[in-house]
């Protein structure tokens, strides 16, 4: 570029509801940032001429055409909570038009929500980064603040799995309830440094015990609480991807099943006032190894909770997918657009439940929160619940990858390779990999779901056999037959005790 040339002229519009427009654009003004703005458009058609002293261009129906008719290069989005649901249309038609868009809250929505947290709530492909919620047209549910600090605040908080999505998430959010101590369990050297390297930068008034621990070492796992003596115990810590857990099913059951069984154990014997096992909505009906260890796991720490005596209260929280997380679909996308190779989704009618990592994590603490206190926040001494989050809708994969696509500022296509057109990215479809569902529930179709006392939590209103003797057999066969060089085996031994598993294990060969 020569001297003498210059970089386009920056022209600006604000999108949004009128009120939060208005607002914005004051703002902007206050501190000198409003220059470039030439327009708003607005989300419902106005007959006013200008707010706040600028013109109005259009309505969000117009809004390709008023782009380039006006030479727009960026776009600033406002919407308050009631109207989020329009995000995904404002911003595919920011897309088409080539213009960079930006999402700013109204201020007062901004002073009333919860802590600001730094998980992946957003992922990136080169630019621009795309929100995710707003990916699912999903609005999270808020959280009840003062009854979550009741059982945080100046609490010693200790989290399994610290370093995963969901762990390090529930490191963050736990830390702005002003624990006394958080103990961040880890067996991944590299996640444990990296979560507990966040901790001392965001929260250095905390105190932090960094162990790099496998839960799986039971008597280990003793001997930590007995020496930390949590007051609150997270369980994050699984094995959870399906394909890698039906290769190995022994895996899962050591990992799943013994390592709940280890921490729940050492958080009762210590006296932990809660324990909260993060569970799937593949434990139901499960048909895969991941979702048979998950339900296994649930009903050992069901059956803790019946035992006479047992102060602390145990509570499962059950959802879906969690967007954004390592090595779930979003990152891999981003990858494969980034390294200019097509999109793969198994099968075209395959859905899934979905919800971001920070609203999964807010809505954990809730549910651990409301152990033992019923389902209308009566204390009632009872525990043992399986708490089942509002995952919303279930999303169609083949249409989220179109939406994504679209979002990082490509046109999907099908049958086409890539390259063959431009600025399109192809989807090619790879069928389903082994245990997989092509749609996953979140309870079972003959029992029920309890409302609580949270609009985003329902109680799963089920009855199943977790007796003493019951679960001392299923806990015999599993740690015999977890040593075992055959498949078949392991399949056969978690059918014994999950009947949906049955169909499974008759169609597997000895290996």
Known sequence: MSSTETQPESRALVVGSASACDRLIRQLRAIDEASAIVGVVTTEPTETMSIADTPVLGSIEELVAICASN??????????????????????????????????????????????????????????????AKLVGREPHEIDRELVSGSLNRKTVLITGAGGSIGSELVRQVASYHPSRIVLMERAENALFEVDRQLRESYPEIERVAVLHDVVDASRTLGLLERYQPDVVFHAAAHKHVPLMEDHPSHAVTNNLFGTKAIADAAVTVGAERFVLISSDKAVNPVNVMGATKRLAEMYTQSLATMPGIQTRLSMVRFGNVLGSACSVLPIWADQIAAGRPVTVTDERMTRYFMTIPEAATLVMQAGAMSGHGFGGIEVGHSGEVFVLDMGEPIEIFQLAKRFIRACGYEPTIGHPMGTKPNTVPIVLTGARPGEKL??????????????????????????????????????????????????????????????MDAKTRSVSAA
């Open 71 to 132: 030479t727009i290069t960026s776009a600033i989005v406002t919407l308050p909570a009631s109207e989020r649901a329009l995000w995904r249309t404002i911003s595919v038609s920011l897309h088409r038009a080539g213009v960079i868009e930006r999402f700013v809250p109204p201020m007062e929505e901004l002073l009333h929500s919860a802590p600001t947290v730094t998980a992946p709530s957003s992922v990136s492909i080169g630019t621009p980064r795309i929100d995710l």
């Open 439 to 500: 749609y996953e529930e979140l309870s079972y179709d003959a029992q029920g779901l309890m409302t609580t006392s949270h609009p985003g939590i329902y109680a799963l209103d089920e009855e199943t056999d977790v007796s003493e003797t019951r679960i001392a057999e299923m806990v015999s066969a599993m740690d015999e037959v977890r040593r075992s060089q055959s498949r078949k085996s392991v399949l056969e031994q978690i059918a014994r005790f999950i009947p949906t």
